[in-house]
C-alpha cells in the first residue's frame, strides 16, 4: 500500500491546481476541492489523512478566510497546517490569514521550487511535534501503568491471604469504571470527569486492604461467621481507612483521598443499615457506593469458600430486588443499563486492556492542553473509526481480515480471530502452520489466483470452501475486495473480505425474521404479524367462522408502581406463558402493546365453551404476590365482517364494556338485527349468560 502523504489543494482556479498537482504529485496524493465549500467536505471526510492543505483566498461560495474560521471552530487547524497561495498581496489580507493560523504564505507568481521546499519543511515540522506529543503521552502512559502495576499487586496479596485469585480486585476495578460510565452519562449530579473515573477505578483496587489484619481463621472460614467473627470481619473497613490516613505523604493526592473513602464507607448502604458509620443516602461519597455495588455483583458472582457461584442474571436480580441490601436508585438504573455488557467488560478486564483504556484517559487529558491537541484528534478520529469497526465486527459474527502484500500479512477481525484460533496479525500467513491448517492448501491458491485475476474496475470476487473452525470442518463463503494501486500499471497490494458459514448465515437469517415477527419479551407474536398471519387465514379460508379475543392485563399499574418495571415485565411473560398453554395449535397469540394481548381462532359451533376455557386457564393464578386478573373482549364473523381491523375494533369495544364494568370478566359484541342488511344497535353484552349469547346469534329479540 502507499505510504505517501496527503494534501488537499483548494482553489477555484482548475489551472492552478493542476499546476500544483503536477508540483507535488510525484511525492505526495493530491486531492483537490474548487471551492471552499467543497474543500471543507474534503477536511470532514479525509481529515485524518491529510497532511498539508493548501488554500486560495477568492473563491466562490466559501472564501479561503471561511475556510480558515472553521478550521479554527473545529480545531483542525492545530491538527492539519495551512500554506496559502494567492495573487493578493495586501497587508490585510496576509495578517489576517497568519491570525488564523496559516503556517505560512506563498504569492503569485511562485517557483515551483520554493512551493516544494516550504511544503515539505511544513510537514516535515508538523511530524516532528506529532512525534514528540507521542513520547509525552508514552511517558505518561508508562508512569501511569507503573503505579496501577503496583497496586494491582498490593491488592493481590491482600486477596492471596483471602483465599482467592486476586481476580476480585480486577473484577471491581472493571466493574466500578462501568458503572461510572454510564453514571457520567446519565447525570451531572455528582460532578464526575475522566480523570475522577481514573482515580475511583483505580482507588478501588484497595477497597479491601483492611483484610491484612483480619485472622486467617475468621478471612476463611467456610461456614456462617458467629456474631463475635462478623464484629471483627466488619473492622477491616475502618483499619483500611487509618492505614491510608496513617501515611506519613500523599494525603493531599486525589487517588489516597478517594481510597480512604472507598476503605471506610464500601460497606455503608442507601438505607443507612451498613457500616461502620451508618451513613444514609447521599452522605456516603459515591465512589464508595459505586464500589460497594460492584464489590456485592462480584462476590455474588464468584466461588467463595463459604458458597458457590450465583450467574449473571441471579445477581443482578438479588441486587435489583434488595436482596443483598439498598443501593442509590440512580445506581440501580445504572446497573441495569449496563446490565447486557457487565460480561463482556470482565471478560476483557485484563492488565492489557486496563492499561489501553488508561492510555485514553491519559489522552483524554491531553486533549485539554491546546499544544497538544492536534495529536490527540488525529488518535482520536482513528481510535472512533477502530471502536466502529470492532463493534460492526462483533455484531455481524463474520470473520473478517485484511490481507496485504507487502509486508506479508493478514489482520482478522477481533471476533474472527477468537473464532479461528488465531492472533489478530499475522504476518507471513502462508508460512504460519497455525493459519494454513485452517484453509486447504489448493483453496488458498485458487483464491489467491481469483484475486490476482481481478481488475481496478472489477474487484471483488466470491469462493466458496470448507474452512477448520472450532476443529470441525464448516462450509464458508468467502467474499474479498482485491486492492490495486493508484500506479500505472496498476499494482494488486492486498485484499479485504469475510467469510460468512453458511450455517451461521441461515441461524441469524431466521433470528431476524423471528426479531421482526416476535415480542422481544414475551416470546409471542407482535401486533404486525399477528395481523398479517390473521388477514392471511381470513383469505385464505373465507366462510369460516372466526373469533377475536382482546385480553388485559387488570392493575397491572400497580404491580409496576409497587414491585417496579422488571417485576411488571416477568408478570407479563408469566400471562404470555398461560397463553401459549391455553389455545391450539392452529390458534394465534400475540402482544398488542403494553398489557394488552389477543387470541384469534377457528371454532365449528361451540365458541361459548372455547372462550370460557381460554379464559378459564388464562385468568386467576397469582405470580409470586401478585394476582392474575384479566378482562376480555371478544367478536366473531358471524355478526361483524371477517376483516382483522373491523374484528379488531368491535372485541376492543366489547373490552371496553368489561373495564368499565368492574373488569375481572369477558363479555362479546353483538349486533342486533332489525331489518336485513342493517343495523340498529351495537351493544356489548356480558358473557357470563351463554343462553342470552345463543338467542341473539340466531337473531332473536333479546
Given at each position: ?15 492552478n491546481r493542476a499546476i500544483l498537482a503536477d508540483m507535488l504529485g510525484n511525492e505526495f496524493d493530491i486531492i483537490e476541492a474548487e471551492n471552499g465549500v467543497e474543500g471543507v467536505a474534503m477536511l470532514q471526510k479525509h481529515g485524518p489523512e491529510i497532511s498539508l492543505v493548501l488554500l486560495d483566498i477568492v473563491m466562490p461560495e466559501m472564501d479561503g478566510f471561511g475556510v480558515l474560521n472553521l478550521m479554527n471552530k473545529y480545531h483542525w487547524i492545530e491538527d492539519i497546517p495551512v500554506i ?106 455528582y460532578h464526575l470527569t475522566q480523570t475522577d473515573i481514573s482515580v475511583i477505578s483505580t482507588a478501588s483496587a484497595l477497597h479491601d486492604i483492611g483484610k491484612i489484619a483480619i485472622p486467617e481463621d475468621v478471612l476463611n472460614k467456610p461456614g456462617k461467621l458467629t456474631n463475635e467473627e462478623f464484629a471483627i470481619m466488619k473492622t477491616h473497613s475502618m483499619v483500611g481507612a487509618e492505614m491510608l490516613e496513617a501515611l506519613p505523604f500523599y494525603q493531599d493526592e486525589p487517588l489516597v483521598k ?445
Amino acid at each position: 500500500m502507499t505510504s505517501k502523504q496527503t494534501i488537499l489543494i483548494i482553489d477555484d482556479s482548475e489551472m492552478n491546481r493542476a499546476i500544483l498537482a503536477d508540483m507535488l504529485g510525484n511525492e505526495f496524493d493530491i486531492i483537490e476541492a474548487e471551492n471552499g465549500v467543497e474543500g471543507v467536505a474534503m477536511l470532514q471526510k479525509h481529515g485524518p489523512e491529510i497532511s498539508l492543505v493548501l488554500l486560495d483566498i477568492v473563491m466562490p461560495e466559501m472564501d479561503g478566510f471561511g475556510v480558515l474560521n472553521l478550521m479554527n471552530k473545529y480545531h483542525w487547524i492545530e491538527d492539519i497546517p495551512v500554506i496559502m497561495i494567492s495573487a493578493e498581496r495586501g497587508s490585510t489580507h496576509i495578517e489576517r490569514a497568519f491570525d488564523l493560523g496559516v503556517i505560512d504564505f506563498i504569492s503569485r507568481p511562485f517557483d515551483a521550487l520554493i512551493v516544494h521546499r516550504r511544503v515539505v519543511n511544513t510537514i516535515l515540522l508538523y511530524a516532528k511535534q506529532k512525534r514528540l506529543t507521542a513520547m509525552v503521552a508514552e511517558q505518561i502512559f508508562e508512569k501511569e501503568h507503573r503505579s496501577s502495576l503496583m497496586i494491582d499487586i498490593l491488592s493481590h496479596i491482600v486477596e492471596f491471604r483471602n483465599g482467592e485469585s486476586g481476580m476480585h480486585v480486577r473484577h471491581v476495578h472493571t466493574l466500578t469504571e462501568t458503572i461510572l460510565k454510564v453514571l457520567l452519562r446519565r447525570t451531572e449530579k455528582y460532578h464526575l470527569t475522566q480523570t475522577d473515573i481514573s482515580v475511583i477505578s483505580t482507588a478501588s483496587a484497595l477497597h479491601d486492604i483492611g483484610k491484612i489484619a483480619i485472622p486467617e481463621d475468621v478471612l476463611n472460614k467456610p461456614g456462617k461467621l458467629t456474631n463475635e467473627e462478623f464484629a471483627i470481619m466488619k473492622t477491616h473497613s475502618m483499619v483500611g481507612a487509618e492505614m491510608l490516613e496513617a501515611l506519613p505523604f500523599y494525603q493531599d493526592e486525589p487517588l489516597v483521598k478517594a481510597a480512604y473513602q472507598i476503605c471506610r464507607w464500601h460497606h455503608e448502604r442507601w438505607d443507612g443499615r451498613g457500616y461502620p458509620d451508618r451513613l444514609k443516602g447521599d452522605e456516603i461519597p459515591i465512589s464508595a457506593q459505586i464500589v460497594a455495588l460492584a464489590d456485592v455483583y462480584d462476590a455474588l458472582t464468584s466461588e467463595r469458600v463459604y458458597k458457590p457461584a450465583f450467574s449473571h442474571e441471579q445477581a443482578v436480580n438479588m441486587i435489583l430486588n434488595g436482596e443483598c441490601g439498598t443501593f442509590n436508585p440512580l445506581l440501580m438504573d445504572c446497573l441495569r443499563d449496563c446490565a447486557d455488557v457487565i460480561q463482556e467488560e470482565l471478560k476483557g478486564g485484563n492488565l492489557e486492556d486496563r492499561s489501553h483504556r488508561e492510555i485514553q484517559n491519559v489522552a483524554l487529558e491531553l486533549h485539554k492542553h491546546e499544544e497538544l491537541i492536534a495529536s490527540e484528534r488525529t488518535l482520536e478520529l482513528l481510535e472512533h473509526e477502530r471502536m466502529k469497526y470492532s463493534f460492526f465486527a462483533s455484531l455481524t459474527k463474520e470473520i473478517q481480515f485484511e490481507y496485504t502484500v507487502t509486508p506479508p500479512s493478514l489482520v482478522l477481525s477481533t471476533w474472527g480471530a477468537e473464532k479461528l484460533n488465531l492472533p489478530e496479525v499475522l504476518m507471513d500467513p502462508y508460512q504460519n502452520q497455525q493459519a494454513r491448517a485452517i484453509m486447504d492448501a489448493r483453496d488458498l491458491d485458487n483464491l489467491a489466483d481469483m484475486l490476482h485475476s481481478t481488475t481496478p474496475g472489477n474487484p471483488v470476487v466470491t469462493y466458496d470452501c470448507k474452512l477448520r473452525v472450532e476443529g470441525e470442518e464448516r462450509w464458508h463463503r468467502i467474499i474479498a475486495r482485491a486492492a490495486w494501486s493508484s500506479e500505472e500499471p496498476p499494482r494488486y497490494t492486498g485484499c479485504i473480505g469475510k467469510a460468512l458459514d453458511n450455517h451461521s448465515s441461515r441461524l441469524q437469517m431466521e433470528n431476524l425474521e423471528r426479531q421482526a415477527s416476535h415480542d422481544t419479551l414475551t416470546g409471542l407474536l407482535n401486533r404486525a404479524y399477528a395481523k398479517k398471519r390473521i388477514m392471511e387465514r381470513l383469505e385464505d379460508r373465507p366462510g369460516g367462522h372466526y373469533a377475536l379475543a382482546i385480553l388485559d392485563l387488570d392493575y397491572f399499574k400497580s404491580a409496576n408502581d409497587t414491585y417496579g418495571h422488571m417485576f411488571g415485565d416477568q408478570v407479563l411473560k408469566f400471562l404470555a406463558e398461560r397463553m401459549r398453554h391455553s389455545i391450539r395449535g392452529g390458534d394465534i397469540a400475540a402482544r398488542v402493546g403494553g398489557d394488552e394481548f389477543l387470541i384469534f381462532l377457528e371454532y365449528k359451533e361451540d365458541l361459548e365453551s372455547t372462550i370460557e376455557g381460554i379464559y378459564n386457564r388464562v385468568n386467576g393464578g397469582v405470580y409470586e404476590d401478585f394476582k392474575i386478573s384479566v378482562s376480555m373482549g371478544v367478536a366473531s364473523t358471524e355478526l361483524v365482517d371477517a376483516d382483522f381491523e373491523t374484528l379488531f375494533r368491535c372485541a376492543d369495544e366489547a373490552l371496553y364494556v368489561v373495564k368499565n364494568s368492574g373488569k375481572g370478566h369477558y363479555s362479546y359484541y353483538h349486533e342486533v338485527h332489525t331489518h336485513v342488511g342493517e343495523v340498529s344497535a351495537v351493544s356489548p353484552i356480558d358473557g357470563e349468560s351463554a343462553a342470552g349469547k345463543t338467542a341473539q346469534k340466531k337473531g332473536e329479540q333479546v
